[in-house]
């Protein structure tokens, strides 16, 4: 009756292990179960692939995209895909579940309901303790705005293409799934009637200043207003022009160790935007990109000019670049295997991108 599944990128292996003992134990043990990996560093995948083995039930996906952003929802729509049960319930890596979570998930299971589920937060000391569920205590509640354990019907949740992917990174997935089911005019529901979930405590993963990492300075932000756009537009259906919840082959991120051909650009405005536009004459192509910014001297040129009032060669600064460049993979090219890195010390984006999906 039920699917479940869980998403991870690099979470303490502790986390986990207590979150996969909490579903092993299941007072009901009859539910299908999924464990995605999206983009775990190697070595740490070699430790989760050795812990996954002690539980036979779950169907595990691994997803070799370190050199990519976070994509919960395509992770999640991977084991929609794969769902053969009549109900699917995103969990969230980071919980202990109650003993008779499955059970009474089974009994309020509704086609018309949609029903999520009231978080415990426990503190720092709590969340390193081997006690029972019963015995873990709740530090504070979470409020009907934590919505990242929701129980769906299936087809349904398919019918509509699943969970957006144009969401990456963090913020307003889980939220905006809710908004649509709610546009389909079907009853979003908040159960609180006990806690049957309880999130352990981590540390708020700060990204080094030296981190090559993809990373979008706005794209929170810009996350929360396309779900405003959602509500307002009374969106339903997305994922229409892209595959959704597909899966990642390896032969095609193996291709990215060897391009096929190599584009400099400066971060010039004219070169950035010719760019970026061409991306869409590749196929069948693995092309690696390098952006560089202007040299000094030609700052200092352009500088001069402007004083003099004559033309000078527009151009971005390369944050700036950098966030034009993950929005057009987001946009266009988000099924595609890439690796990204942007240098802030040297100031260069390397990016390979497969041109396959």
Known sequence: MITLVLTNRNRDIRIIKNCLDSLQSQSDIDFEWFLVDYGSNETYLNELKTLVLQYPKIQFVSCPTSGQLWSKCRAINIALQKATQPYFVVGDIDLIFHPNYIQTLKSVVNPNIVHYFQYGFLSETESVKKQSFEDLKVDFKGGKDVT????????????????????????????????????????????????????????????????????????????HAYMIQTQKNKRTVVNQYQNWGQLTHDADYQKLQFPEKKIIVSSSLLQVNALLAQLKNFKNEVIQIEIHDLSRKEKNKNFIKRILGKKALPFYKMEYVNNLVLEEIIKNYRNCPYHYSFNRQTNKIILVLNFVA
């Open 148 to 223: 990242g354990n929701t129980l769906f019907p299936t087809a349904i949740l398919k019918s509509v293409n699943g969970f957006d992917e144009f969401y990456q990174g963090w913020g307003a997935e889980d939220t905006d799934a809710h908004i649509r089911m709610q546009n389909l005019g079907l009853q979003v529901a908040f159960y609180e009637e006990q806690i049957l979930v309880k999130h352990q405590w981590h540390p708020k993963a700060y990204r080094s200043k030296r981190s090559t990492h993809p990373y979008h300075s706005q794209l929170e932000r810009i996350n």
